[in-house]
C-alpha cells in the first residue's frame, strides 16, 4: 500500500526558508513520477513542482528561481527547497505520486486534483511579513 508522509512545515518569516520532507513506503518512488501540490485557504489547490519518470523537473511561476525538488531514493524520500519565501507560500503543501510507467514533471502538475494516484496528509507552512 502506497503511503506518503509529510514533514518540514511551519512558520516562518519573509525571505527565510524551509524545507519540506515526504517520506514514501509501499512502492518504488525511483520509478514514479512525484510532485508537491499546495492549498491555501479560500484557494484552489495548485501544483507547485514536480519530478518526472524521466527525471525532467517541473515548476509553477510563482515559485521558480525560489523552490528546489528533489528526491532521495535511498532514504524514500522526497524533499522540497523552498527559499525566499513570501507570506503568499502560505498553505498546506502536499506531496503526491502517480503510478504511470511514463509521466514527465509538466503532466504531474497538470491536474491538481486529480492527476495523482496517491497523496499525503499535507504539512502547514504559514509565512509571515
Known amino acids: 500500500q502506497v503511503q506518503l508522509q509529510e514533514s518540514g512545515g511551519g512558520s516562518a518569516q519573509a525571505g527565510g526558508s524551509l524545507r519540506l520532507s515526504c517520506v514514501w513506503s509501499?512502492?518504488?518512488?525511483?520509478?514514479?513520477?512525484m510532485g508537491w501540490f499546495r492549498q491555501a485557504p479560500g484557494k484552489e489547490r495548485e501544483g507547485v513542482a514536480a519530478?518526472?519518470?524521466?527525471?525532467?523537473?517541473s515548476y509553477a511561476d510563482s515559485v521558480k528561481g525560489r523552490f528546489t525538488i528533489s528526491k532521495d531514493n535511498a532514504k524514500s524520500t522526497l524533499y522540497l527547497e523552498m527559499n525566499s519565501l513570501k507570506p503568499e507560500d502560505t498553505a498546506m503543501y502536499y506531496c503526491a505520486t502517480d503510478l504511470a510507467l511514463e509521466m514527465t514533471a509538466t503532466q504531474a502538475l497538470s491536474d491538481p486534483y486529480y492527476g495523482m494516484d496517491y497523496w499525503g496528509k499535507g504539512t502547514l507552512v504559514t509565512i509571515s511579513s
Open positions: 519530478i518526472g519518470t524521466d527525471g525532467s523537473t
Open positions: 509501499g512502492y518504488t518512488a525511483s520509478t514514479y513520477a
